[in-house]
């Protein structure tokens, strides 16, 4: 496995992280949200969808309404290590990287994206890809123009907004 001084992931990707790596010494830090001090972004880790062109929509709801309840979400929160969004669900073993994140929210730094627009499904995965390819061919020396960078991510958003 190759080593990186570090990944633009959020907390979602810790379980994946541990499956490789179980014993590794990971850290957390919040990338900039605001020109103010630096707070972390906080949403529901995860998005669970059905698309409106299901071929079984009722069986589509039937698991939706499943992963609702506290036993399946505890599955989902052990298995994942994401936090849960159910009442009365917490993590069994919360990871050392969840702590780093909670310590965010203890010392009043989080920033709640309630009013905000968020980049789900598609969005998310073209900004987290660019970010990362962007980080890379900075790496390796090749650091594109930023502004035409962007442009290029708003093009691919435009292309989602299209086929929406």
Not at 22 to 33: H, I
Not at 61 to 67: A, D, G, I, Q, W
Not at 82 to 98: C, E, Q, R
Request: charged letters at 25%; glycine letters at 6%; proline letters at 5%.
């Amino acid at each position: 496995m190759e080593e990186y001084p570090m990944l633009l992931l959020g907390n979602w990707a810790i379980g994946e992280i541990r499956k490789y790596n179980p014993t590794g010494e990971f850290g957390f830090f919040a990338g900039p949200v605001r020109d103010e001090n630096n707070v972390l972004q906080s949403f529901v880790d995860d998005c669970l969808m059905v698309s409106a062109n299901s071929k079984y929509p009722a069986a589509a709801v039937e698991f939706l309404t499943y992963m609702m309840t506290p036993e399946a979400n505890q599955i989902w929160a052990d298995t994942t290590m994401n936090v849960p969004a159910i009442k009365g669900v917490s993590l069994t073993k919360p990871d050392d990287m969840i702590n780093d994140i909670f310590s965010y929210s203890e010392a009043g730094n989080a920033y709640f994206h309630e009013k905000d627009v968020i980049f789900y499904a598609d969005y998310g995965d073209k900004l987290t890809k660019a970010l990362q390819d962007y980080v890379v061919l900075c790496q390796e020396g090749k650091k594109p123009d930023s502004i035409e960078y962007l442009k290029t991510i708003d093009r691919e958003f435009e292309a989602i907004r299209a086929m929406s």
